[in-house]
């Protein structure tokens, strides 16, 4: 569908400037336009200099006919509770339903066995997602581009702020509102917000600004922030394959980074940040019995304790 609406747009794409953009080999290019010909879409190739693919002059996909809403939907189908939690789900099946009924009949069957062996359930096990109460008047402001007032829950505080709202983001089923205040830019969770109100004054959207590029800078540097804490062990070989399952992906990085060689049982030294003593001390717990704390002495004492406790409640 991405070369399809591409033709329509220039005349004469060449295979190599299509992979290009699409970030695909040219093979695939040329196997892709083979099903679009097959599927009944009139596409021909033009050899030499100013030619490339084209449709047959005047051919068109039927696909209009898309809200503002629909086309938004559109982009958030891949997040079933994001659809719903904005209430946007009567407007993504029209939208959908729109985008089927203009497919060739190749294509809409592939795009049917799609939607019928494929479904995308974001949010981690055991974690209950959130629906919070004003997050219909907070996307709202993000839509219309308008700054919103609200109470916000800071601890065991309440305190008042007039955001000028850039995006929304959902991660593992949790709502935040990225926004600027007083010329800094910063993350509120929308669960956390006691009032909302939108404010008749446009929001001052910087320039430059990239919620993708800004949300992912951001959040590595929140994991960084976190690791306060440094201790140095030895782990066996499955200890060290297992470490991404129990510690911060910035702590298997730096963990990684300082790993010694293997000994000849297989065993590693590394260093590892994480959060705290305590945290620690729970996190490689989990990894016994392919664990050996070299430093500080208070944290192999702690494990050294638990493994004593262990041992006493499981004896015979």
Known sequence: MSILFLLQQRRGVTASALAEELEVSV???????????????????????????????GWRTRLDGLTGDEA?????????????????????????????ATLPPELRGRA??????????????????ETPDHLGTVAESVWSGRQLDITYRRGEQAVERRLDPLGLVLKAGTWYVVAANEGQIRTYRVGRILTAASHDEPVVRPPDFDLAEWWAASAAEFDRSLLRFTCRVRLSAHAFRFLRHHVSVASVEAATASAGPPDADGWREVTLPTEGENVAATQLIALAPGVEVLDPPSLRASLRDVGARLAELNRG
């Open 27 to 57: 093979r695939t290019v040329y196997r892709d336009i083979a099903a679009l010909q097959s599927a009944g879409v009139p596409l021909w190739a033009e050899p030499g200099p100013g030619g490339g693919i084209r449709l047959v002059e």
């Open 72 to 100: 938004a939907a559109l982009f958030l189908a891949g997040a079933p509770s994001a659809v719903s939690d904005l209430g946007l789900g009567a407007v993504l099946t029209a939208a959908e339903s729109k985008v089927i």
């Open 112 to 129: 049917s066995r799609l939607r019928e062996r494929f479904h995308l359930d974001a949010p981690g096990w055991f974690g209950k997602e």
